[in-house]
């Protein structure tokens, strides 16, 4: 076929993902140096780097920086190990594998603000919730989760929606192992240890690339989970980029600042990309 | 404790293990189902009450306070209408990079994921300002469009891993036989590749129905999904943990269900082909 169709049947992905990423782009890039709140409208003289500066000395900017780091890693350790861990565990044939997967799977499916929801009211709440009852059955202090451990808690939320689908991937790529080979291993006198350090991991490693990136991804935006259930705070313990991005935009009017912010995570985030795509990209096939 | 018995006991261990894992996973859904149907009262009991009189009172208080259906059908239009639109422009997309690769088709993959990697709050304030302008805040119509840009990259990807294991040679036979390009693609590529777009357009609506960032910030009522819906139900005024739950239940259940019966496909697709 000639090159010219082949161009003509990729065309309108490509320009339509190209404007839907400079159009909006360059406006942010724009309003990032001019000033620009919503509140005083017709002031929009060009202002230099003074939103960034704005930005970056907001006293949640730190914060939100480092609470956005720290909620991927927690969040992609908890989800790769554990979830390495577990389906390792379970790769066997056992009563009632299907309904297992299925009820597995399910959190996945769970949007975000529910998500939120359920662990804020029903499992984390100090009096009536599920964590307190279990704490106070077992004559401990319950724990007021979402102000004394803000961000752990939506670590949890954010893992418990992640976890089964990590859980998932593997067990499916787990299925595909060489039984012969572990076998053969087995007979060489091999413990359960080596296998799974020398046979398993391997087998993995592709399938740990996606779940990184996809949740990557995901991760880097998470907004529903902390607008539900701490609404960033207390103070900045639980705001993270999007979130402080956010409340410069649509609760301060100044969108300016919330533009330059904007900027700052797109850097953040291709920074963290690159460093994602040299050290899993290799086991991704293009 | 013979060989026999030992490989039985390791089994039922097994089981057990992962049982316990997925109820554990399990029980917050299970524990919002349970709640829909308690009082409000018994929704915030201590201890926590299993065994109790159900009630249909909450899904019939959310129906009338906040009109869940209206709600439903806004998911339902925007996470299927952008699914749908944004597979009529990646198939022909994914079908020319799999079956014809240039040079630089690999560069052309790699770049449109990393415009995923472009946090929707850097574009946030231009988004909300072009929606102003043009009259389209609260409409379903820029839900479906910004969705259908959002999945248009992973819905490439996907489309082309499962396209580029198709064997070349049906292809090539069906080009000795006379096929125009249109045929080739509407009479081969599409009938082999049922499995892969299905499993492709789940994922799209899945992703879609839970999206939050974006319906939260651009609808306030017309179009609000049903995310929205339930953000508005998170205020902090009086305990309303019942008529909450029953919100939930009924944001969820078609996705959950919808999910369950389709798992098995989506992992696969989820997975980029990476898991055979």
């Known amino acids: ?286 | 404790m013979t060989l026999n018995q030992q490989r039985k006991l390791k089994t039922i261990l097994t089981g057990l293990f992962a049982w316990t894992v997925a109820l554990v996973l399990f029980f917050p859904i299970f524990w919002m189902f349970i709640t829909s149907f308690k009082t409000e009262l018994q929704a915030i009991s201590v201890p926590p009450s299993l065994f109790f009189e159900p009630t249909l009172d909450n899904f019939r208080i959310v129906q009338e306070r906040s009109d869940y259906l209206h709600h439903a059908w806004n998911s339902v239009v925007t996470s299927f209408g952008s699914t749908i639109i944004a597979l009529i422009i990646a198939i022909p997309a994914a079908y020319s990079m799999a079956f014809f690769p240039g040079k630089r088709t690999k560069d052309i993959l790699l770049w449109m994921l990393s415009t995923k990697m472009l946090p929707a709050v850097g574009v946030l304030v231009p988004i909300y300002i072009l929606c102003r302008n043009y009259g389209l805040l609260d409409s379903k119509t820029a839900l479906v469009i910004i969705f259908t840009l959002m999945n248009l990259p992973i819905i490439v990807w996907m489309l082309f891993s499962y396209f580029k294991d198709l064997p070349k040679e049906i292809l090539e036979a069906a080009r000795m036989d006379g096929a125009t390009p249109w045929d080739e693609v509407v009479k081969v590529v599409l009938p082999l590749s049922v499995g892969a777009i299905s499993s492709t357009a789940l994922l799209s609506i899945v992703l879609c129905w839970n999206e939050a960032f974006w319906s939260l910030n651009l609808t306030a009522s017309d179009a609000a999904p049903l995310t929205a819906m339930i953000a508005s139900y998170s205020s902090p005024e009086g305990l309303f943990w019942a008529k909450l739950s029953a919100a939930s239940t009924l944001a969820c259940a078609p996705i959950v269900i919808f999910g369950w019966f389709c798992q098995k496909q989506l992992v696969q697709g989820l997975t980029f082909g990476a898991v055979k």
């Open chain 1, 1 to 286: 076929m000639k090159r010219s169709i082949t161009r003509l049947l990729m065309a309108p992905s490509v320009i339509m993902l190209l404007v839907w990423m400079i159009i909006p782009l360059s406006m942010t890039i724009y309003f990032s140096t001019i000033r620009y709140n919503l509140l005083y409208p017709g002031q929009n003289n060009f202002v230099g780097w003074m939103n960034f500066e704005f930005f970056i000395t907001d006293p949640g900017f730190i914060p939100a920086v480092s609470n956005t780091l720290i909620l991927l890693l927690s969040v992609l350790i908890i989800t790769v190990v554990v979830g390495v861990m577990l389906s390792a565990l379970i790769d066997k044939p056992f009563f009632g594998q299907g309904i297992v997967r299925v009820l597995l799977i399910s959190p996945f499916f769970i949007m975000p603000t529910v998500n939120a929801l359920i662990w804020k009211n029903m499992m984390m709440n100090p009096v009536y919730g599920i964590f307190a009852w279990i704490s106070e059955s077992l004559g401990f202090e319950p724990i007021d989760w979402l102000s004394s451990y803000p961000l752990m808690s939506v670590i949890i939320m954010v893992s418990w929606q992640w976890l089964p689908f990590a859980i998932l991937v593997f067990v499916t790529a787990l299925q595909s192992q060489d039984t012969e080979q572990k076998e053969a291993a087995q007979m060489d006198g091999a413990t359960g240890w080596h296998i799974f350090r020398y046979l398993t991991i391997p087998h993995l490693a592709r399938p740990i690339a996606v779940v990184v990136m996809i949740e990557t991804i995901f991760l880097l935006a998470v907004f529903a989970e902390i607008f539900v259930s701490t609404g960033g705070g207390p103070g900045y313990d639980s705001t993270n980029l999007a979130y402080l991005i956010y409340n410069q935009a649509l609760l301060q009017y100044d969108v300016g600042v919330a533009s330059a912010g904007g900027l700052f995570a797109v850097l953040l985030a291709n920074i963290v990309a690159i460093f994602l795509i040299r050290a899993v990209g290799k086991n991704l096939t293009v």
